[in-house]
T-cell receptor, first 115, second 111 residues
Framework: GAVVSQHPSRVICKSGTSVKIECRSLDFQATTMFWYRQFPKQSLMLMATSNEGSKATYEQGVEKDKFLINHASLTLSTLTVTSAHPEDSSFYIC???????????FGEGSRLTVL | QKEVEQNSGPLSVPEGAIASLNCTYSDRVSQSFFWYRQYSGKSPELIMSIYSNGDKEDGRFTAQLNKASQYVSLLIRDSQPSDSATYLCAVRNTGFQKLVFGTGTRLLVSP
């Protein structure tokens, strides 16, 4: 079946540094990918919709300059957390929509810890 | 009012019993409804999708949708300890691409 791969699965960084998370659709093309954030014991909150070849659409309250999204190809979207702070520590999950089946597939998630 | 509401639980059921998980949504034009299972520290996995009123069965799982009441539920028959997880209800409006999640219901199945 379709697989969405996220990398890295875990990352620890110092406050003030930037971290890049990759989301790849392995066997289908994804014009649209979504980035979610999940804090402990809370639900998934949509951060932004990533569109191949165009700017991402951010949800209200999400800082576009802090969470940079690039969707340069039909199989890869990246999320860069710039100048990370401890409050950015969270579980970041991407999902990709298979344009053929219209199904949505989730990546394995990336746990970010900012010290 | 939250867009998608679920009881956070935990819902505790004995092994072999039926677990009933409920979800309500606020947007009447919602068209697609999903149940995801999420184990601790893992990303969600799709259990069921349902698009029209009524019941949809898949193995031990039955999804029920009532658009008039803006209500969707998930029944798990013959619950197993391995079913213990958080179950997330998600709703999508056809006019928009995004999926809105509820806060999830934690299910505990005791042996």
């Amino acid at each position: 079946g379709a697989v969405v791969s996220q990398h890295p699965s875990r990352v620890i960084c110092k406050s003030g540094t930037s971290v890049k998370i990759e989301c790849r659709s392995l066997d289908f093309q994804a014009t649209t990918m979504f980035w979610y954030r999940q804090f402990p014991k809370q639900s998934l909150m949509l951060m932004a919709t990533s569109n191949e070849g165009s700017k991402a659409t951010y949800e209200q309250g999400v800082e576009k300059d802090k969470f940079l999204i690039n969707h340069a190809s039909l199989t890869l979207s990246t999320l860069t957390v710039t100048s990370a702070h401890p409050e950015d520590s969270s579980f970041y999950i991407c999902s990709a929509r298979d344009e053929g089946s219209r199904e949505l597939f989730f990546g394995e998630g990336s746990r970010l810890t900012v010290l | 009012q939250k867009e998608v509401e679920q009881n956070s639980g935990p819902l505790s059921v004995p092994e072999g019993a039926i677990a009933s998980l409920n979800c309500t949504y606020s947007d009447r034009v919602s068209q697609s409804f999903f149940w995801y299972r999420q184990y601790s520290g893992k990303s969600p996995e799709l259990i069921m999708s349902i698009y029209s009123n009524g019941d949809k069965e898949d193995g031990r799982f039955t999804a029920q949708l009532n658009k008039a009441s803006q209500y969707v539920s998930l029944l798990i028959r013959d619950s197993q300890p391995s079913d213990s997880a958080t179950y997330l209800c998600a709703v999508r409006n056809t006019g928009f691409q995004k999926l809105v999640f509820g806060t999830g219901t934690r299910l505990l199945v005791s042996p």
